[in-house]
């Protein structure tokens, strides 16, 4: 038997407030829900707060409309929306709280070891020394996995099944993608010199 994470006592459906009401009153309910959570909320667990038929997307939309001229917004990432500052409080943050971005102490080299992870997923440790022309470390695999940034895929269908490595839903929120089909094409990457190739 399914269990109903909605709450038994939650009126999804407000009939007895006037439309503009009800509507205000789920915009409200989509906002408390990402406030309070960490990661990107999906849209199944939106639709839990509203009314049979609301759309949540014209909700996000008021939503988004409500929050200009805020220091945050609601953003589309990693298939879900969540709540997060505008990058022009970015330097304010950091000053005040003392926040460090957690790919600020990522080399160059880390950051294309976690390229080339993107866009070649699932992918061995050799998979990475064939595209580098050399052995990638642990200490580097193990650095990109603390960060939550990667992940373990599949084993390989090779000799001695190695672990593949694959990105995760933290690495779409960190670099501020819906989906992996966001990822800039690579030779937009190869144009910049940021292709890690050799």
């Known amino acids: 038997m399914?269990?109903?994470?909605?709450?038994?006592?939650?009126?999804?459906?407000?009939?007895?407030?006037?439309?503009?009401?009800r509507w205000r009153e789920w915009m409200r309910r989509i906002e408390a829900v990402l406030f309070a959570s960490a990661s990107p909320v999906p849209r199944e667990d939106l639709v839990r707060v509203v009314g049979q038929g609301a759309s949540v997307d014209l909700?996000?939309?008021?939503?988004?409309?409500?929050?200009?001229?805020?220091?945050?917004?609601?953003?589309?990432?990693?298939?879900?929306?969540m709540f997060r500052t505008r990058a022009a409080y970015?330097?304010?943050?950091?000053?005040?709280?003392?926040?460090?971005?957690?790919l600020l102490d990522l080399s160059e080299f880390d950051v294309a070891v976690l390229a080339a992870i993107a866009y070649h997923q699932p992918i061995t440790r050799d998979g990475l020394k064939d595209i580098f022309g050399k052995e990638i470390s642990r200490d580097l695999i193990g650095r990109l996995h603390a960060r939550d940034l990667i992940g373990t895929g599949p084993r390989s269908p090779r000799r001695g099944a190695p672990y593949t490595f694959v990105t995760t839903e933290?690495?779409?929120?960190?670099?501020?993608?819906?989906?992996?089909?966001?990822?800039?094409?690579?030779?937009?990457?190869?144009?910049?010199?940021l292709d890690g190739g050799s």
Do not use: N, Y
């Open 2 to 21: 399914a269990k109903d994470r909605s709450e038994p006592d939650l009126d999804r459906e407000l009939a007895d407030l006037p439309p503009e009401l």
């Open 59 to 81: 909700l996000v939309e008021d939503l988004a409309a409500d929050l200009e001229g805020r220091a945050f917004e609601v953003a589309q990432v990693a298939g879900g929306w």
């Open 90 to 102: 970015a330097p304010a943050i950091r000053a005040a709280a003392d926040v460090g971005d957690q």
């Open 170 to 193: 933290q690495f779409l929120v960190a670099f501020d993608l819906e989906t992996l089909a966001d990822l800039p094409e690579r030779e937009q990457l190869e144009d910049a010199g």
